[in-house]
Structure formats: structure tokens, C-alpha cells
Nanobody, 116 residues
Framework: QVRLVESGGGPVQPGGSLSLSCVVSGLSLDYYAIYWFRQVSGKEREAVSCMSGSEIVTYYADSVKGRFTISRDNAKNTVYLQMNSLKPEDTAVYYC?????????WGQGTQVTVSA
């Protein structure tokens, strides 16, 4: 059974940092691209970052470039999203997703709230 479990969200002040984790079980990260999405209530889910299974390709949305960093620890089957210089507009529920051309799996999400 495939499971993705996010953690690390919470309240933070503008300019602060958070590190999100996504623990993956039931599949090998070598064969799946891992995405971080975020969603604000009433809006479409937005892709924030992703890393290919080979770790060769990474992607960042323009809105987070230079502030967010995706990484992974293969030994722990965990993917991270380091978020620095957070802004109020980064407030959202953050989801990780494991994808191939034929399968997509989602975690349950973790809330990030950036507010003074």
C-alpha cells in the first residue's frame, strides 16, 4: 500500500522558515517524480516544486524560486521542502505527490500559515 505522509507545517512569521517532510512508503523514489503542490481554499492546486526519480531534474514555480529547495533522503524514503523567506502569500495547504505516467498518489496535506 502506497502512503505519503506530510509533516512540518504550522504558523510562521513573514521572513521565517519551515521545512516540510514527506515520508513515502510502498514505492521507490527512484521510479517516481515527487511533487510539492499547494492549495488555497477556493483556488486550484498549484505545483510548487518537483524532483525527478533520477534527481537530475528539479522544478520550481517562479513564485518560490530562490526561496524553496526540494531534496530527498533515499535512505529514509523522505522528500523535503525547505522554505525560506516565507511570505503571507505562501499560506496554503501543502501536499506531496508521487507520480509516474500511469500512477499518481497524494498525501493528506499540511497547513502552512504565514502571518505576523
Amino acid at each position: 500500500q502506497v502512503r505519503l505522509v506530510e509533516s512540518g507545517g504550522g504558523p510562521v512569521q513573514p521572513g521565517g522558515s519551515l521545512s516540510l517532510s514527506c515520508v513515502v512508503s510502498g514505492l521507490s523514489l527512484d521510479y517516481y517524480a515527487i511533487y510539492w503542490f499547494r492549495q488555497v481554499s477556493g483556488k486550484e492546486r498549484e505545483a510548487v516544486s518537483c524532483m525527478s526519480g533520477s534527481e537530475i531534474v528539479t522544478y520550481y514555480a517562479d513564485s518560490v524560486k530562490g526561496r524553496f529547495t526540494i531534496s530527498r533522503d533515499n535512505a529514509k524514503n523522505t522528500v523535503y521542502l525547505q522554505m525560506n523567506s516565507l511570505k503571507p502569500e505562501d499560506t496554503a495547504v501543502y501536499y506531496c505527490s508521487a507520480r509516474t505516467t500511469s500512477n499518481t498518489y497524494w498525501g493528506q496535506g499540511t497547513q502552512v500559515t504565514v502571518s505576523a
